[in-house]
Nanobody, 117 residues
Framework: VQLVESGGGLVQPGGSLRLSCAAS????????MSWYRQTPGKERELVAD????????LYADSVKGRFTISRDNAKNTVDLQMNSLNPDDTAVYYC???????????WGQGTQVTVSS
């Protein structure tokens, strides 16, 4: 099983980034996919998640209207489009897969996003 995040980096306030998570080794379309983020000294927090078919999404209040999660079950990928970034969005972003209706879950290794001028 692998979840590999990409797309992180340094961006100026107000800018955009698109994160991508490529999954392999499991039946992607059976898993709820999520993006989490974590900063030093803080707990990992949910940013967004998307249902197995992609028809339902949920966002943290802090990112609503700025971030969009999407998935492609044919390509086994889940993306996070991040717009209007601000320094508070600086964190390591993680992709998570959770088997629908179960507690089995997998995590990626994370990708750093830094928002700074």
């Amino acid at each position: 099983v692998q979840l590999v995040e990409s797309g992180g980096g340094l961006v100026q306030p107000g800018g955009s980034l698109r994160l991508s998570c490529a999954a392999s080794g499991f039946t992607f379309s059976s898993y709820v996919m999520s993006w989490y983020r974590q900063t030093p000294g803080k707990e990992r927090e949910l940013v967004a998640d998307i249902t197995i078919g992609g028809g339902g999404t949920l966002y943290a209040d802090s990112v609503k209207g700025r971030f969009t999660i999407s998935r492609d079950n044919a390509k086994n990928t889940v993306d996070l489009q991040m717009n209007s970034l601000n320094p508070d969005d600086t964190a390591v972003y993680y992709c998570k897969a959770r088997l629908f209706g179960r507690t089995l879950e997998y995590w990626g290794q994370g990708t750093q996003v830094t928002v700074s001028s």
